[in-house]
């Protein structure tokens, strides 16, 4: 008897000790550490496509090329309240949340829209940000097209995976969708006539007009922003909550002293400065 019930004792004991070493290795790998990592590298990589003006743009300064604008000054203010230093990654759009996904950059800022289909791969920060879109034009068409169906059959270019891509197809679709990875490049293609018009955000547009007075024009078309497609916050992975909890508290003290305000114009004075 004595030596079946230390059997069971001793059966019971290695069940209890097997679970522990269970729930223990769940609760590691199930710990956030997505802020804490980023403080003990002392760096904060942010993955971002800098051809979209007044958010993200290239400029020589002092013989050497630098990417500024809004969202990296929002970027450098997340930094800072972190205590890390800031890197920035520049690739296509259309690879930026793979680029996050794979782990090879900690944060996504590029104008980027939190749209419901983007939720379902990664996680957002609150809004920085709340944008339109409009159909920008070269300048001999500013009063050509009022309507959507005055641009039946053209050429209307949008970035590739972008919600100007969406809009274009729901809204414009009598017209022939080019998309292009690189925005720089459908400007340019409107430009040189090659494309009618570019379905992009009103800040941009305006930016562009501001700059090129005498190429580019926004259009009459009447455009419309869905409520889940007009704010633009910082991704990160999925389940990071340590980092969006700590993200989100530098763009709360942004909002509420106004320095959010005040980098955007200092971005589009820049873009002036280096156009």
Do not use: W
């Given at each position: 008897?004595?030596?079946?019930?230390?059997?069971?004792?001793?059966?019971?004991?290695?069940?209890?000790?097997?679970?522990?070493?269970?729930?223990?290795?769940?609760?590691?790998?199930?710990?956030?550490?997505?802020?804490?990592?980023?403080?003990?590298?002392?760096?904060?990589?942010?993955?971002?496509?800098?051809?979209?003006?007044?958010?993200?743009?290239?400029?020589?300064?002092?013989?050497?090329?630098?990417?500024?604008?809004?969202?990296?000054?929002?970027?450098?203010?997340?930094?800072?309240?972190?205590?890390?230093?800031?890197?920035?990654?520049?690739?296509?759009?259309?690879?930026?949340?793979?680029?996050?996904?794979d782990k090879?950059?900690?944060?996504?800022?590029?104008?980027?829209?939190?749209?419901?289909?983007?939720?379902?791969?990664?996680?957002?920060?609150?809004?920085?940000?709340?944008?339109?879109?409009?159909?920008?034009?070269?300048?001999?068409?500013?009063?050509?097209?009022?309507?959507?169906?005055?641009?039946?059959?053209k050429s209307?270019?949008?970035?590739?995976?972008?919600?100007?891509?969406?809009?274009?197809?729901?809204?414009?679709?009598?017209?022939?969708?080019?998309?292009?990875?690189?925005?720089?490049?459908?400007?340019?293609?409107?430009?040189?006539?090659?494309?009618?018009?570019?379905?992009?955000?009103?800040?941009?547009?305006?930016?562009?007009?501001?700059?090129?007075?005498?190429?580019?024009?926004?259009?009459?078309?009447?455009?419309?922003?869905?409520?889940?497609?007009?704010?633009?916050?910082?991704?990160?992975?999925?389940?990071?909550?340590?980092?969006?909890?700590?993200?989100?508290?530098?763009?709360?003290?942004?909002?509420?002293?106004?320095?959010?305000?005040?980098?955007?114009?200092?971005?589009?004075?820049?873009?002036?400065?280096?156009?």
């Amino acid at each position: 008897m004595k030596i079946k019930t230390l059997k069971k004792l001793l059966g019971f004991a290695t069940v209890a000790l097997l679970g522990g070493l269970v729930l223990t290795g769940c609760g590691k790998s199930n710990a956030d550490n997505s802020l804490k990592n980023i403080q003990n590298k002392k760096e904060l990589v942010v993955g971002t496509s800098a051809d979209y003006p007044p958010f993200e743009f290239q400029i020589v300064k002092n013989g050497h090329k630098q990417i500024v604008g809004y969202d990296l000054m929002v970027a450098q203010a997340v930094a800072k309240d972190m205590g890390v230093k800031l890197k920035v990654v520049n690739t296509e759009f259309p690879s930026l949340i793979s680029e996050l996904q794979d782990k090879k950059v900690d944060i996504v800022m590029a104008g980027m829209v939190s749209t419901p289909q983007r939720k379902k791969a990664v996680d957002f920060s609150k809004s920085y940000y709340t944008v339109k879109n409009v159909l920008l034009v070269k300048k001999a068409d500013a009063d050509k097209y009022n309507t959507a169906a005055s641009l039946k059959g053209k050429s209307i270019g949008a970035q590739q995976s972008t919600t100007q891509e969406t809009i274009a197809k729901k809204q414009l679709s009598a017209a022939n969708l080019v998309t292009e990875a690189n925005f720089t490049s459908l400007t340019s293609e409107l430009k040189n006539g090659t494309l009618t018009g570019v379905v992009t955000e009103t800040e941009i547009a305006d930016n562009l007009v501001s700059t090129y007075p005498d190429k580019y024009a926004v259009a009459k078309v009447p455009l419309t922003t869905p409520k889940e497609d007009a704010q633009i916050n910082i991704a990160m992975q999925k389940n990071s909550p340590a980092l969006k909890k700590q993200i989100n508290k530098t763009i709360t003290k942004l909002q509420k002293n106004g320095q959010l305000d005040k980098m955007f114009k200092k971005a589009q004075q820049l873009q002036l400065e280096y156009k």
